[in-house]
């Protein structure tokens, strides 16, 4: 199981290839001619926080090709139909299938086609296994089906002309976002990118039991799922990625080491280009300011802190000076902290009783 999830980077690159070709030949041109791009983000988790790795892409609904001038034009392919679509599973699932086979990792017979997986000591593989069935992984419990809650009657089923589905395979391309549709493209992109869980959707039972909220009810009606606290980490441990392994990639002309990447995005950065003294010294236009954030714009962004921001009055602060050394950041902090701490209120010296001589003296 270990070695077929270090394979999805190698299967990735499978569905690049194969999507990539067919725009390229829809479009009129060659491998040699034209290229496009895309961003992929490896997702290994479902709704139901289960192991379930896919693969959301990010593609140019186009090709690049350089014109007589020698400057990078795009153009445009119509949206895949369902026929399209169906062809496209159909080879993707060939190929993934012969690539895996190839590797040792699928095994197939005359009736059933399985993975063939090493290793039943590895106690992650055994969570990873579980999580991938829906099942409970500890307890008098384990092996059964994780309980659900269905809280609305059950909803037909709905075929789109933008997804098709063959062998255990499915390809989905019913979103489409237009160069101008800046909001939507972010929105897309933040809803790709997100993280396994919701902390607004999961809850603790009086029970003692992890309830957690479905994003989209199943076509059963199961709204809710709950675990045991041991089972719900069994969970999360499936879900961790291996150390050192990228769900982020770039394809084609997004590629860091794609010689045509600064000619076609915005920040106009790639190999081997070295920006210009009239660069350096020009100003920015507004639309080139629009695409670089500054620093605290992506802290806001990301984080969701406003450090432009006063926490007192909500007015806005002014950004007087960046510190790097972290001798001189260890300063600053350990005497705001000395600052911050609380003073303890003063007490006096005992003093010993009064003196009786005194008080009884004629």
């Known amino acids: ?59 140019l609904d186009g090709v690049y090709a350089e014109d007589q001038y020698g400057a990078m034009r795009f153009h445009r392919v119509k949206a895949p139909t369902r026929e399209e679509l169906g062809a496209l599973v159909h080879q993707l699932s060939q ?42 992984a500890f307890g008098p419990q384990a092996g059964r089906k994780v309980l659900s809650l269905q809280s609305i009657p059950p909803a037909p089923a709905k075929e789109s002309d933008r997804v098709a589905k063959q062998a255990g395979f499915s390809l989905h391309a019913g979103v489409m976002a237009d160069s101008q549709q800046k909001e939507l493209r972010e929105r897309l992109c933040r809803y790709i990118s997100r993280p396994a869980v919701s902390e607004k959707r999961l809850a603790l039972t009086s029970q003692g039991k992890v309830r957690y909220e479905l994003k989209t009810p199943y076509r059963d009606g199961t709204t809710h799922v709950f675990f045991e606290p041991l089972d719900f980490i069994a969970r999360l441990a499936a879900l961790v990625p291996r150390p050192r392994v ?70 806005h602060v002014k950004v007087v000076a960046c510190i790097e050394d972290p001798a001189v950041i260890e300063k600053i902090l350990q005497h705001l902290a000395l600052k911050e701490s609380p003073s303890l209120a003063r007490v006096n010296d005992a003093r010993g009783p009064p003196d009786q001589s005194v008080l009884f003296q004629c």
Request: proline letters at 2%.
């Open 246 to 315: 990228n769900l982020t990639r770039f394809h084609g002309l997004f590629a860091p080491n794609n010689k045509h990447r600064a000619l076609v995005t915005p920040g106009k950065r790639g190999k081997g280009r070295k920006p210009t003294e009239v660069e350096c010294t020009q100003e920015k236009t507004i639309e080139e300011r629009r695409n670089a954030m500054t620093w605290m714009q992506r802290l806001k962004r990301v984080f969701n802190i406003d450090i432009e921001q006063c926490e007192h009055c909500g007015g």
């Open 95 to 136: 190929r993934v299938s012969r690539y895996l086979e190839k590797k040792g990792w699928l095994q197939r017979d005359m009736e059933n086609t399985y993975l063939l997986l090493d290793g039943d000591d590895d106690a992650l593989l055994q969570f990873q296994g579980y999580s991938v069935t829906y099942r409970i």
């Open 1 to 59: 199981m270990s070695a077929w999830l270090l394979s999805v980077a190698s299967e990735g690159e499978i569905v690049y290839r194969t999507l990539a070709t067919h725009l390229i030949r829809k479009a009129g041109f060659n491998k040699h001619s034209a290229q496009t791009g895309a961003v992929t983000l490896i997702q290994r988790f479902g709704s139901a926080l289960n192991l379930n790795l896919h693969f959301h892409m990010l593609f």
